[in-house]
């Protein structure tokens, strides 16, 4: 009865709905990406997996906000771009090169 009571406490909730958000993540991660199992053998080869996972969920996330109004200022060339550049060789246009 006490620990009812309790629950019903502001700080218990505030308590809890940070929790229940990580708890939340934490099932999505290994329940809807399969992470209960590794593929691979090994603490390294696990963590690379675990990491690998967590950027594909993330981008996963962030692919359903809508975009930002500001749009991102180009980058400037890498040394070797220049270098290429400088000698008139041809380069593949890629994300890397927005600025050139």
């Not at 940070?18 to 209960?36: D, I, K, L, P, Y």
Request: hydrophobic share 25%; with cysteine; aromatic share 8%.
């Amino acid at each position: 009865m006490r620990v009812r009571t309790e629950h019903q406490t502001p700080e218990w909730r505030a308590h809890y709905a940070v929790r229940s958000g990580a708890e939340g993540t934490v099932n999505e991660f290994a329940h809807g990406h399969g992470m209960r199992c590794c593929r691979y053998r090994g603490q390294r080869k696990a963590h690379i997996q675990h990491v690998l996972t967590a950027i594909a969920v993330n981008t996963e996330r962030l692919s359903g906000l809508p975009p930002t109004e500001e749009t991102p200022t180009p980058r400037h060339p890498t040394a070797f771009q220049n270098y290429l550049d400088q000698r008139e060789i041809p380069r593949r246009k890629s994300w890397r090169t927005l600025g050139s």
